[in-house]
């Protein structure tokens, strides 16, 4: 079952969608405003729409997979893989829809915020739904890697296991392009692309979007895959994400993809040429058994600190009801972050 809601729907609605018979889907038109993004980026529209695929048979054992799609991409990219997914791993299926999805406009958020809104929806899923929930999972593709990747270091004790394809796992510049991270039509890098031109972040900015710098603070198993002939995003992405978690002792598996292009196709290995496959051939058992062993963020409600220079930190802090929210750069001997971090 397939339903289309709204982050300000009533939990009595919700039960109503919870108990609703398969295949059952909500017009388009109640499709109203979701819960309100962090009040501190005022210059997001407030609302973050969200699509969840329900199991046809939930149990106290259903779980919650986060499907995110790329840059540029929305919240039906993966609803083939959804539809499929729910009964096969036994997961409400929750695609957000993101600030800076439907379109590709600069200044583009690139992970920062848009990994709060995701984690934002993933708390009202979980408030709002008997889950268990030491069985959270995370899956991005491309721009959508790079988020999940935002939220694995965000939230590291709420996944049980993150799956990456292809991601964008650091913000390239113009250099690094020429060296070979990027393609050449993306002359400033991935900050070109999200700020125009050759322009790039101020370092905090820059690094507080970089789940490379941040890979000790994961807490869980991530599952990379890059294909080998990906000329959208280059190979350095994953195999350099993979060598930052190694290099801090996380558990981390990378598959390289080869033959296969930005979406896998092609690959040499026919269990590996689309995403779906990939995932369904080395990721089933951990989908199926993987659990993590305590609270997740939202209830823990303890401040996660991102280092990023000169003695600068953001921090993702958690309300009374263990909603996320992200402050920053302040020193890291402010406790209560910063008020506002200029970008509103």
Known sequence: MTVLVSLMLTLIVCAAIWGAETNQVLDDAVVGQPVAADEFHQAFEGSIP???????????????MVM????????????????????????????????????????????????IDVLRAMHWVLANHPLNRQRVFGWG???????????????????????????????????????????????????????????????A?????????????????????????????????????????????????????????????GALDPAERDRKLCTEHYCTEDLLTRRTDGATDFDRKTPVVLPVNRGLVFRVVFDEAGLPSLRGPAPVSDPNGAEHDGEG
């Open 141 to 203: 593709g491309s721009g959508g890697g790079n988020v999940i990747l935002q939220c694995g270091k965000m939230a590291p004790n709420t996944f049980a296991l993150i799956i990456e394809h292809a991601g964008i796992t650091h913000p390239t510049n113009a250099a690094e392009m020429q060296a070979g991270w990027d393609r050449p039509d993306r002359p400033g890098g991935w900050q070109g692309t999200a700020l125009g031109g050759t322009k790039e972040y101020p370092e």
């Open 68 to 115: 995110l799609h790329g840059w540029g991409g929305d919240y039906h990219q993966y609803d083939a893989y959804c539809a499929d997914w729910r009964n096969r791993f036994n997961c409400v299926m929750l695609q957000v829809n993101y600030r800076g999805s439907s379109k590709a406009t600069q200044p583009y958020d690139f992970g920062k915020y848009q990994a």
């Open 50 to 64: 969200i699509n969840l695929h329900f199991p046809d048979a939930p149990n106290e054992d259903t779980g919650l």
């Open 205 to 265: 900015e820059r690094l507080v979007r970089d789940p490379i710098h941040h890979a000790a603070l994961f807490n869980t198993k991530v599952h990379i895959f890059h294909p080998d002939l990906d000329t959208t995003v280059g190979i350095q992405h994953g195999t350099q994400m993979a060598y930052a978690l190694r290099a801090a002792g996380k558990d981390v598996v990378f598959e390289i993809v080869e033959g296969g292009n930005h979406s896998s196709a």
